[in-house]
């Protein structure tokens, strides 16, 4: 079964803790997305990744680090320099092209506690 | 920059009637568009797309230039319509979508 794969689905960290949250498809796809997803404020782009070794960062990458060592996975790590870490995570991949359109996981709900 | 704004946070409509929820957008080159919907419970999921002037489930989008808009329509709501939806925007040679902040239809019987 094809698909993009986000896991834990629910995570707890202590404040200044790193935790990594992960992504992992199965559908070929060449690039991957990190997406964070907050009430009333959409979905903004955290980092991407269009070929295997290489990302760029989107628009809220502080405190943020991503690797792509694989085509079928890119880790997300909320590092303790994230101020407010607390957030719903979204992981997606394209074909590469966006008007092909995005695959999006099922999501990484992260408490900080 | 890219952005994207979907001025309504809510819509709530009457099953039956008519839905437009509003898309604009800023982008200096030729953008491509989208609108994304998620099902309570269900994966954020690609609805539509302007460059293929398709319908699904009844909901059509024209891309308008000249007001730089990008309105989701249906004549007739129904009730399973009721979800969260996104417009999204893409530069031409693609790199990454920037998301609207999202509006939630609710349809009522």
């Known amino acids: 079964d094809g698909g993009i794969t986000q896991s834990p689905k629910y995570l707890f960290r202590k404040e200044g803790q790193n935790v990594t949250l992960s992504c992992e498809q199965n559908l070929n796809h060449d690039a991957m997305y990190w997406y964070r997803q907050d009430p009333g404020q959409g979905l903004r782009l955290i980092y991407y990744s269009q070929i295997v070794n290489d990302f760029q960062k989107g628009d809220i990458a502080e405190g943020y680090s991503v690797s792509r060592e694989k085509k079928e996975s890119f880790p997300l790590t909320v590092t303790s320099a994230q101020k407010n870490p607390t957030a719903f995570y979204l992981c997606?991949?394209?074909?590469?092209?966006?008007?092909?359109?995005?695959?999006f996981g099922s999501g990484t709900r992260l408490t900080v506690v | 920059a890219q952005r994207v704004t979907q001025p309504e946070k809510l819509l709530s409509v009457f099953k039956g009637a008519p839905v437009e929820l509003k898309c604009n957008y800023s982008?200096?080159?030729?953008?491509?568009l989208f609108w994304y919907v998620q099902y309570s419970r269900q994966r954020l999921q690609l609805l539509l797309r302007?460059?293929s002037r398709e319908s699904i489930k009844g909901f059509t989008a024209d891309l308008n230039k000249g007001e730089t808009s990008f309105h989701l329509k249906k004549p007739f709501a129904q009730e399973e319509d009721s979800a969260m939806y996104y417009c999204a925007l893409s530069n031409t040679g693609f790199q990454k979508l920037v998301f609207g902040t999202g509006t939630r239809l609710l349809v009522s019987p």
């Open positions: 982008y200096s080159g030729s953008p491509e």
């Open positions: 997606a991949s394209s074909m590469g092209r966006s008007n092909y359109g995005y695959t």
């Open positions: 302007h460059i």
